[in-house]
């Protein structure tokens, strides 16, 4: 196929790297540039475009409301047929727990099911075996459910000899948060949670239009579906290439944004906080109201992930964590975490057994002490990580 690149930047030249030896690039192309040559290819101004002869315009652009401008002008402004437009980086969204089992094909030890505190706070690499670490930022008990069905359904070769599930049950109100209903769930979508499954989001008060039309206006791709698109990306791309070099360009976006890897890179959470930091409201408050639909529900649901993980495997074990936020946050959070202590270890009893365990780390001073562990006041950083995860991996040894 004959392709052209628009894009004079870092994602361009990816686009470059990552097409099939098969595809001729007739050149690149942008609306700012009077040169001949880019890349070591051809510059095709855009007002010429209609006169080039090609099969695909593929726009590399990170921001999608770029993409979204760069797209309506090709078509309006120099009459390129929408068909022959390929937006890049929206073929390659996916749901996490896809990136990573896709890409990612050896059979594993075990997974990591949680929110953004797993998410960078359990580096898999320093787990004994072969983990993946699955966790997305703001999942309730329902998607964890769903990414646990979705590795039995879709990748059961992957996770045929799983030993262990790490289930990261945030803290005692985890009972009480349903995000299809909160202002969180766009953004769980669009880092890469399931989407598949819409839950509640009908009956979410914050948001007024469809799902998709929330993450446009947001700034986030839906998760590619559509199977021409898919044998699109089939054709054009060497996704070894993908694999190995897409997380480059979200090293300087938010942790929770990844490309193929299951672990934020190293300078997305390389950072430190002050002894006693600042806590925003904001960000650290407790729900004042208990949900008790949404309680009774996630009980159920709760229930339901330890039934599916035993009928994997009724050997697997089950670490119910709890996971150590800095000692500020902690006491600040105590007493009004209190009220819901009771109703969380009511209801993690009734599934514990010799393979389930609740593994409360919540006070292990060892690591919630050290300000040099944490990126704020509820996440670990790089180093803190590590120390955590050399900790949880010394317990997992001790229950073979």
């Not at 590399?60 to 047929?81: Q, W």
């Not at 934020?264 to 408050?285: G, W």
Request: aromatic share 14%; with cysteine; charged share 25%.
């Amino acid at each position: 196929m004959k392709i052209i690149i628009y894009g004079l930047g870092e994602e361009g030249i990816l686009v470059k790297r990552a097409l099939k030896k098969k595809h001729q690039i007739v050149g690149f192309t942008d609306s700012y540039a009077d040169i001949n040559r880019w890349g070591g290819v051809r510059y095709i101004r855009n007002e010429k475009l209609k006169i080039i002869n090609f099969d695909f315009i593929i726009i590399a652009l990170k921001n999608r409301f770029a993409s979204e401008k760069v797209k309506n002008e090709l078509i309006t402004k120099h009459l390129i047929s929408e068909s022959k437009i390929i937006d890049f980086f929206q073929l390659f969204t996916e749901q996490k727990v896809d990136k990573i089992l896709t890409a990612n094909t050896k059979k594993c030890t075990g997974i990591i099911l949680g929110i953004s505190h797993a998410l960078c706070g359990i580096n898999p690499e320093y787990l004994s075996g072969k983990w993946y670490n699955l966790a997305v930022g703001s999942e309730d008990i329902y998607y964890h459910k769903k990414v646990l069905e979705k590795c039995i359904n879709a990748y059961p070769r992957i996770i045929q000899d799983l030993q262990y599930v790490i289930l990261d049950l945030y803290d005692y109100t985890i009972f009480n948060y349903d995000v299809s209903l909160s202002t969180a769930i766009i953004k769980y979508w669009g880092n890469g949670g399931i989407m598949e499954d819409r839950h509640h989001y009908e009956q979410n008060i914050n948001f007024v239009q469809d799902a998709e039309i929330e993450m446009e206006k947001s700034g986030y791709y839906v998760p590619v579906n559509d199977e021409y698109l898919l044998k699109i990306r089939d054709e054009l791309f060497n996704k070894e290439v993908i694999y190995k070099e897409l997380d480059n360009f979200f090293v300087k976006r938010e942790f929770g944004v990844l490309g193929y890897k299951d672990y934020p890179l190293t300078p997305q959470i390389n950072m430190s906080i002050e002894k006693f930091p600042f806590l925003p409201s904001n960000l650290y408050s407790i729900p004042s109201k208990r949900y008790k639909e949404t309680i009774q529900e996630n009980i159920y649901h709760f229930h339901q992930i330890i039934n599916t993980v035993k009928g994997i495997n009724p050997g697997i074990k089950v670490i119910l964590l709890l996971m150590p936020r800095y000692i500020v946050l902690e006491e600040y959070h105590r007493i009004m975490l209190s009220s819901y202590k009771d109703e969380f270890e009511q209801a993690v009893k009734t599934v514990t057994d010799n393979n389930i365990f609740l593994w409360d780390f919540k006070s292990v001073e060892a690591i919630s002490k050290n300000p040099h562990f944490y990126m704020d006041p509820a996440h670990l950083n790089y180093s803190g990580a590590i120390a955590f995860t050399c900790m949880l991996d010394e317990h997992i040894k001790k229950i073979v």
